[in-house]
């Protein structure tokens, strides 16, 4: 869902400031540009983050991290150190979404939804990341399937989004379409924190125990 959203802001974008601010090619092409430099600081810190929220959770857990022979995994609740302290994350990442329709429809300076479009990426960013990264660690065991279903998920629900933007803009204004965004992302984006912290360690036991019994 987060990448899907992603796509549909961006495919939005040239429409936008040509429709609303009367940009050219050029300022169009450059109104993506704080959104670039956005998620490339994000990774750098996110990164860092992650590795900081891994070992506190370890910590806590009475868990010795071994960066030489590597972790086991099963043992440890990986979806709690993946997915912890992303709260804020999610109130500011969608309230920026929910605004951006807002400021264009009301025609504020370009600078509020470009910041808005910065500030989108950046903490789309964290949870792009952190999801992906537990994705991989759930199913380290043959991570390069779990990221090609992932990959087939995302990308086809970037071709559903992206299709139906335009009618659906049309039909219920710029303003409601991205507060529609934000109320199904941040739907999505707040069920799966929720669902995984509490229930994730078990359920990735249970199956661990099942594929041992199928063996």
Not at 6 to 19: E, H, R
Not at 128 to 149: G, K, M
Not at 152 to 171: F, K, T
Not at 194 to 201: F, N
Request: aromatic residues 14%; hydrophobic residues 50%; contains cysteine.
């Amino acid at each position: 869902l987060n990448y899907a959203v992603w796509n549909c802001v961006l495919a939005s974008i040239p429409s936008i400031y040509k429709d609303v601010y009367g940009w050219n090619e050029l300022y169009i092409g450059m109104a993506y540009m704080p959104s670039a430099a956005s998620i490339i600081v994000a990774g750098i810190l996110n990164g860092k983050w992650m590795d900081h929220k891994y070992k506190k959770t370890a910590k806590a857990a009475g868990f010795t991290v071994d960066k030489v022979a590597g972790d086991d995994l099963d043992k440890f609740d990986i979806e709690k150190a993946r997915l912890r302290d992303l709260g804020i994350v999610w109130v500011i990442y969608n309230g920026a979404m929910a605004s951006l329709g807002w400021v264009f429809d009301r025609r504020v300076h370009p600078a509020a939804p470009l910041v808005l479009q910065a500030m989108v990426g950046f903490f789309g960013t964290f949870f792009f990341f952190c999801f992906n990264t537990l994705l991989v660690d759930v199913h380290h065991d043959r991570p390069s399937t779990a990221a090609a279903a992932a990959t087939m998920m995302r990308c086809g629900l970037s071709a559903v989004g992206v299709a139906i933007l335009d009618p659906l803009v049309r039909a219920i204004g710029r303003s409601w379409y991205f507060f529609l965004l934000a109320c199904i992302v941040g739907g999505g984006q707040g069920l799966g924190i929720l669902v995984l912290q509490r229930w994730g360690w078990q359920w990735r036991k249970a199956r661990r125990a099942q594929e041992a019994h199928g063996r």
